[in-house]
């Protein structure tokens, strides 16, 4: 008797730094996997950041041709494609479906205010995802779970508001608007451009997921409030899920989970968190480069190396990780302090990875206060927790152990999961979870360590209060 035919699952994952896109099994094992990076971002004024020309659709066609070429099977058992896009952003499409202007990056200032209809072409408005599932599938169908923030959607409901005052607010109307689906829904098939286009055979439906941390947070396994999600990306905050809108909170705030009709809790975090990382590495140049092929290493595994000869804490160096800063205080800059004798290229870049996990935990505590939970573990994601060091830093931070997330994109994972579940491969999202995600390395607290992480926090948070001031001046100044 012959065995069944395998299935395979696709995920996209077009993140704010590049689209990864892979194939996986039915058991979320990888199979095949291609990436692209995404171009610079293009800033004609200031307020404005816009991926340039159709970066997002070229960059996802580029890492799935990747994926493809690199997949051994065969096409025909390709049985869905889970999309998941960046959250945020906001495209404004002509009526065919094409781009009347770029895509506004979640950092355009324009995104957090009412859309401003001032160009004749503008027909659809819409997200990330509801843009690339349109190239994908040709149907203006869009997630409801990638529409927080300037949009007239029931927190509740997952509905477009009935109330045309409330949607005219936003400078929208409902013919504007793309048809909203829930996480795990199909949002149409593969046409035949987007076959030529992605490598993706053409026919394979196409099913929608949430924000692109939601989906990371489904693929990491995250689905009781009592752990917490440590994302590492370029922007790096933490996370809990839960089953309620919770309405005003004061030190978190509520996003859309992957799951439909549940809600990621997520704290304050670090704006260009990860980005900071590279900008460090990138700035100690070909030295750190030409040390690093001298033992063999890449780059980063030579850094965390030889930061990790580094006490705990850096000798007193601490970093405030403001490299962009927020809309509310535009005058704050990056701040080192501490520096003495001591201190070398190492302490500062253990300064660094110090500065992450002690913002976020300092967030994540004051958002566990006000949900009324503790965080039994952490699980770490993103390029930055194939570090070791940075695994056992955020352990000692949080004071619980840190699991390492295993799949190397989360996100692409927690899509293929989404469309196992719209398609019927998996039950349900419990079922699919369990046999999809597998636990990564566990890293746990040193006590000695995470006392005097305790103690440096305290003087940590009150850096602010104190430099404040002095920015404010120098604004002025350099701007």
């Known amino acids: ?132 599932g349109h190239r994908m599938t040709g149907k203006f169908r869009d997630t409801a779970a990638n529409y927080a923030g300037m949009w007239p959607l029931d927190p509740d409901t997952w509905q477009w508001s009935d109330d045309d005052a409330e949607i005219a607010k936003l400078g929208l109307r409902r013919e504007l608007l793309f048809d909203l689906v829930l996480p795990g829904d199909v949002l149409g098939e593969v046409t035949a451009a987007a076959a030529l286009h992605t490598g993706i055979p053409a026919g394979v439906p196409v099913v929608a997921t949430a924000n692109d941390k939601a989906v990371e947070a489904l693929g990491c396994g995250l689905r009781s409030p009592d752990t917490l999600l440590v994302s590492l990306g370029t922007y790096v905050a933490g996370m809990a899920t839960g089953p309620r809108n919770v309405t005003g909170p004061a030190d978190f705030w509520v996003n859309y989970a992957a799951v439909p009709h549940s809600y990621l809790y997520e704290s304050g975090g670090v704006r260009r968190g990860m980005w900071t990382v590279s900008w460090y590495r990138d700035l100690l140049g070909e030295e750190a480069s030409v040390r690093a092929r001298a033992a063999g290493l890449e780059v980063e595994d030579y850094l965390n190396g030889e930061a990790a000869k580094v006490p705990p804490g850096s000798d007193g160096l601490m970093t405030v990780l403001d490299w962009l800063s927020p809309d509310d205080a535009p005058f704050r800059k990056g701040t080192m302090l501490g520096f003495d004798g001591r201190h070398g290229r190492f302490h500062v870049y253990r300064s660094i990875l110090e500065a992450l996990a002690m913002t976020v935990h300092d967030t994540t505590e004051r958002m566990a206060r006000e949900l009324g939970t503790t965080h039994r573990e952490v699980v770490v994601s993103g390029g930055g927790s194939r570090s070791d060091l940075m695994m056992r830093i955020q352990a000692d931070v949080h004071g619980v152990p840190a699991r390492r997330a295993e799949a190397s994109s989360a996100a692409g994972l927690g899509a293929a999961i989404c469309a196992a579940v719209g398609l019927g491969v998996h039950a349900d999202f419990e079922e699919a979870t369990a046999r999809m995600v597998r636990d990564g390395q566990v890293f746990h607290p040193d006590p000695e360590n995470h006392a005097l992480y305790r103690r440096l926090e305290a003087v940590y948070r009150d850096v602010r209060e104190h430099t404040d001031a002095l920015y404010r001046r120098t604004y002025d100044v350099f701007g």
């Open 1 to 132: 008797m012959s065995s069944a035919r395998p299935r395979y699952l696709i995920g996209i994952d077009n993140g704010s730094q590049s689209s990864k896109v892979t194939v996986f099994d039915t058991d979320g094992r990888v199979v095949s996997e291609g990436r692209a990076a995404l171009r610079p971002y293009d800033t004609p004024r200031p307020g404005v950041v816009e991926h340039p020309d159709d970066d997002l659709w070229t960059s996802i066609g580029a890492a799935s041709r990747a994926a493809l070429a690199a997949f051994d099977g065969d096409p025909a058992d390709i049985v869905g494609v889970g999309l998941c896009t960046i959250r945020f952003c906001r495209a404004v499409l002509k009526a065919d479906g094409t781009l009347a202007q770029p895509v506004m990056s979640w950092m355009d200032e324009r995104v957090g205010l009412p859309y401003q209809d001032t160009d004749p072409e503008a027909a659809r408005v819409t997200t990330s995802s509801g843009y690339i």
